[in-house]
């Protein structure tokens, strides 16, 4: 069974600039979220999925990001535009429906210079 | 919400020492899970449970729900279980979310 995938693994930009990054979650698993996990702190949830609907954003600061999940599958988060806080590693996670287990992917690792 | 706490923040110990890191939350949960993380990023599942002990390998987690605290167990400790350990609970809520504690890294020297 193929794992979390996200790219890319690494992403440098500059304050203001506009970054993407993707995660394809497990087959099957309906539920998707997002983390953002700054250096020396646990993972923060940013917004979970299940399938392509929203169960709950409310730690995603919406002035500067935004994710989608159009066909319930894999998944977008954006940021724009970038501010230095935003630097850290993000995280995409899924599990099944109703499942306490959740699957990580690689992260992503954003510096904001 | 639940607050989780870990200790130690950071733990250096020689190899093939016994190592404990510990866990403490604030309220009820679905499930607690050990996670472990190393420095490419990617985080792996080491354990969940709801009640008792579990074991795998050199690993051990124990749980005491009615203390809301739990403890991750490494015997004969070696430079490989070098990596970031964190603690996890679920709410018992149908949203099935996690709540992170801020991890504890451990070093573990030839």
């Known amino acids: 069974e193929a794992g979390v995938a996200q790219s890319p693994r690494y992403k440098i930009i500059e304050k203001r600039q506009s970054v993407a990054f993707w995660c394809n979650p497990i087959?099957?698993?309906?539920?998707l979220y997002w983390y953002q996990q700054i250096l020396g702190q646990g993972p923060k949830l940013l917004i979970q999925?299940?399938?392509?609907?929203?169960?709950?954003d409310s730690q995603l600061p919406k002035d500067r990001f935004s994710a989608e999940r159009l066909k319930g599958v894999d998944s977008t988060l954006k940021i724009q535009p970038a501010k230095l806080e935003d630097s850290a590693v993000y995280l995409c996670?899924?599990?099944?429906?109703?499942?306490?287990?959740?699957?990580f992917g690689p992260g992503t690792r954003l510096t904001v210079l | 919400k639940n607050e989780v706490e870990q200790s130690p923040q950071n733990l250096t110990a020689q190899e093939g020492e016994f190592i404990t890191i510990n866990c403490s939350y604030s309220v009820g949960i679905s499930a607690l899970h050990w996670l472990q993380q190393h420095p490419g990023g990617g985080i792996v599942s080491l354990f969940m449970?709801?009640?008792g002990k579990k074991k795998h390998g050199r690993l051990i987690a124990t749980i005491n729900i009615q203390e809301k605290h739990s403890s991750l167990h490494i015997t004969a400790s070696h430079p490989r279980d070098s990596a970031v350990y964190i603690c996890?609970?679920?709410?018992?809520?149908?949203?099935?979310?996690?709540?992170f504690g801020s991890g504890t890294q451990l070093t573990v020297l030839p």
């Open positions: 449970l709801s009640s």
């Open positions: 996670a899924s599990s099944r429906i109703q499942s306490n287990e959740q699957f």
């Open positions: 087959s099957g698993h309906a539920t």
């Open positions: 996890a609970v679920g709410s018992s809520g149908s949203a099935r979310q996690l709540t």
């Open positions: 999925f299940q399938n392509n609907g929203v169960v709950d």
